[in-house]
């Protein structure tokens, strides 16, 4: 099992950054993969960013690109998201999820999740 604890959510006025962690533990060493995912009151969680684990590689939703990067810090089994120019519209309950296996970048099939940390941006 893999626990996963998300903070760095916060308040802030759009335009303005927030940098979310999310820390792992437990059978970390199965890690192929770890990312974000968020969810808006109301509507359909989505996809928001991914990186693998040992290549570094990302991946971004379209609606992201440009103002959110992610990033690992493999000795500390660290996952960050750095969000920059923040809009209203990114306000969702964010979450940290890790997968041990190749999947779709934007799948629902990933192994662990965690509890959530909300993201307010005001407009």
């Known amino acids: 099992q893999v626990q996963l604890v998300e903070s760095g959510g916060g308040l802030v006025q759009a335009g303005g950054s927030l940098r979310l962690s999310c820390v792992a533990s437990?059978?970390?060493?199965?890690?192929?993969?770890m990312g974000w995912f968020r969810q808006a009151p109301g509507k359909e969680r989505e996809c928001v960013a991914f990186?693998?684990?040992?290549?570094?590689?990302?991946w971004y939703a379209g609606s992201v690109k440009g103002r959110f990067t992610i990033s690992r810090d493999s000795a500390k089994n660290t996952v960050y998201l750095q969000m920059n120019s923040l809009k209203s519209e990114d306000t969702a309950v964010y979450y940290c999820?890790?997968?041990?296996?190749?999947?779709?970048?934007?799948?629902?099939?990933?192994?662990?999740w965690g509890q959530g940390t909300q993201v307010t941006v005001s407009s």
């Open positions: 437990g059978r970390t060493f199965s890690t192929y993969r």
């Open positions: 990186i693998s684990w040992s290549g570094g590689t990302t």
């Open positions: 999820t890790s997968g041990t296996r190749e999947i779709p970048w934007c799948s629902g099939a990933y192994d662990y």
